[in-house]
Nanobody, 124 residues
Framework: QVQLQESGGGLVQAGESLRLACVASGYSIREYAMGWFRQAPGKEREFVAGINWSGSDSRHAVSVMGRFTISRDNTENTMYLQMDSLKPEDTAIYYC?????????????????WGQGTQVTVSS
C-alpha cells in the first residue's frame, strides 16, 4: 500500500516561492506516474501538474505554466513542485497523487493514491 505525505506548504506573500515535496512510503513509486492537484474553498479539485514514471514527460496546467515546475527523484521516492511567482489565486490545499500506470493523467479519478494535502496561502 502506497502512502503519500506532502510537506512544504505555508503562508507567503504574492511573488514569493515555495517548494512542495511528496514522499512515498510503503512501496516504491518508481513505476508510477504522479501528479499535483489543488482545491480551493468552494471549488472542485483541479489538476496542477503531472509527471510520468521516469520524469521524461510532464504537463502543467495553463494557470501555472511558466511559474510552477514538477519534478521527481525516484531514488528518494519523492516528487516535488517548485512554485515561483505565487499569486493569491494559487491559495488552496495542494494534494499529491500517484497512479498505477507509467503514463501521466490530468484526471483526479485516474489516481489510486492520495496524500492528505498541505495548505498554501498567498497574501496580496
Amino acid at each position: 500500500q502506497v502512502q503519500l505525505q506532502e510537506s512544504g506548504g505555508g503562508l507567503v506573500q504574492a511573488g514569493e516561492s515555495l517548494r512542495l515535496a511528496c514522499v512515498a512510503s510503503g512501496y516504491s513509486i518508481r513505476e508510477y506516474a504522479m501528479g499535483w492537484f489543488r482545491q480551493a474553498p468552494g471549488k472542485e479539485r483541479e489538476f496542477v501538474a503531472g509527471i510520468n514514471w521516469s520524469g521524461s514527460d510532464s504537463r502543467h496546467a495553463v494557470s501555472v505554466m511558466g511559474r510552477f515546475t514538477i519534478s521527481r527523484d525516484n531514488t528518494e521516492n519523492t516528487m516535488y513542485l517548485q512554485m515561483d511567482s505565487l499569486k493569491p489565486e494559487d491559495t488552496a490545499i495542494y494534494y499529491c497523487a500517484a497512479r498505477r500506470f507509467k503514463v501521466l493523467s490530468i484526471r483526479p479519478d485516474d489516481h489510486n493514491y492520495w496524500g492528505q494535502g498541505t495548505q498554501v496561502t498567498v497574501s496580496s
